[in-house]
């Protein structure tokens, strides 16, 4: 027969003393950090646009060698569940090995990895009308996050690329279609374009780059008029809208002429993008993406990516780099596997008959007539 249990009888001051120490024992595995200016140098690489020490990340107890370098960003809003698996497919085949439809390898280093099931993400976002997130997820083919939408009037679901700051709960729209007739009627009839940019450029709104006012951060931007986002489409990415061919009529009212605007893009090019072309308003989300560290190297074979090995470490059939005794390249230039010249300048320049000197049939001849000519 079995008995119960007794526990033993323990004074106040000693139950006292034993859950402090329980308390110290059994604290967390992850502690959330503010990353000081004496220690940021040590925990990430030193940006010339962000200040390391403004930085939140996630740091682990050195319990295991593999984490205790591990440094994550903070996304407690992720959600913690399966995707929504009808906007879903499996990644199988070639696509994770790096390899064409002919099974020979054209992408490096690309192998292995956990099982992965393709998002399928909306860069168009045609359907007007308001739509509610549900939930802000991780998705394993891209940086960004992504945000699950309900379409109010039909209840269908759909994948973004979720912007910094959305949440659960809130409500964004598209106004790719135009400017709904309730809008236009709180206006009196007439586009005024600064109450139409104050109620409708909201985080994760989705607008014709020319309802977008000058110098609005943007994300997720398209170049043709009916195509979908094709710029500035990872984690922390934003573009700028630089300026507008506008004019400005009798009353005050600027009015779109031309039919391109100037958009600075995250490399500081300035592209012309079509008048008509989608943007999201705001930045791509995961902005500490690039602060991450992933601590181990089972964790980069986890997200499909194979060890890169040097080409002095290869034989001489391997790499042009290889063979030879002791570290040596054998006085040869840094080149790719291939034998293409690697570091920029001369060597990688196209020559478009610079510095060549071209023997033609005529320089051969007046050679010839010199020779005759000293004879």
């Not at 906007?87 to 994770?96: A, C, D, E, V």
């Not at 054998?330 to 596997?337: C, F, I, K, V």
Request: hydrophobic share 30%; proline share 6%; glycine share 10%.
């Amino acid at each position: 027969m079995l008995q119960p249990q007794l526990r033993p009888l323990v004074s106040r001051t000693a139950a006292l003393c034993q859950s402090a120490i329980i308390s110290r024992i059994a604290r967390g595995y992850a502690t959330r950090t503010s990353r000081s200016r004496d220690n940021a140098e040590a925990e990430a690489p030193a940006t010339a646009n962000a200040d390391n020490s403004s930085i939140l990340m996630r740091t682990y107890k050195p319990r295991t060698p593999g984490v205790r370098h591990l440094r994550r960003p903070i996304n407690d809003h992720l959600w913690k569940g399966r995707p929504f698996l009808p906007l879903t497919f499996p990644k199988k085949g070639h696509g994770k090995g790096g390899r064409n439809n002919s099974g020979v390898i054209t992408v490096r280093h690309r192998g292995g990895g956990a099982k992965r099931r393709i998002r399928t993400v909306d860069f168009n976002r045609q359907t007007p009308g308001p739509h509610l997130v549900d939930r802000i997820e991780y998705d394993p083919g891209r940086s960004a996050h992504i945000a699950l939408l309900t379409e109010q009037a039909t209840g269908r679901k759909s994948y973004i690329v979720a912007a910094d700051g959305m949440r659960a709960g809130d409500v964004v729209q598209s106004y790719r279609a135009g400017i709904p007739q309730d809008l236009l009627d709180s206006m009196g009839g007439v586009v005024d374009p600064g109450i139409l940019a104050s109620k409708t450029c909201w985080r994760g709104n989705c607008l014709p780059v020319h309802m977008i006012p000058v110098g609005t951060n943007i994300y997720n931007v398209g170049s043709r008029p009916n195509g979908g986002a094709v710029f500035c489409r990872s984690a922390g990415t934003y573009a700028v809208i630089v300026s507008k061919e506008e004019e400005t009529r009798e009353d005050g009212t600027k009015v779109m002429t031309g039919k391109f605007v100037n958009v600075r893009l995250q490399s500081g090019e300035i592209r012309k993008i079509s008048k008509d072309a989608c943007a999201t308003i705001g930045v791509a989300s995961n902005i500490h993406h690039q602060f991450r560290q992933l601590g181990k190297a089972g964790r980069s074979r986890w997200l499909n990516i194979r060890p890169t090995v040097r080409g002095l470490a290869m034989n001489a059939f391997e790499h042009p780099h290889g063979g030879g005794r002791g570290k040596s390249k054998g006085n040869r230039h840094p080149s790719s596997p291939w034998g293409r010249p690697a570091k920029s300048g001369y060597k990688t320049r196209r020559k478009y008959n610079v510095n060549k000197w071209v023997v033609t049939p005529r320089i051969r001849n007046m050679g010839k007539r010199r020779d005759k000519k000293s004879s």
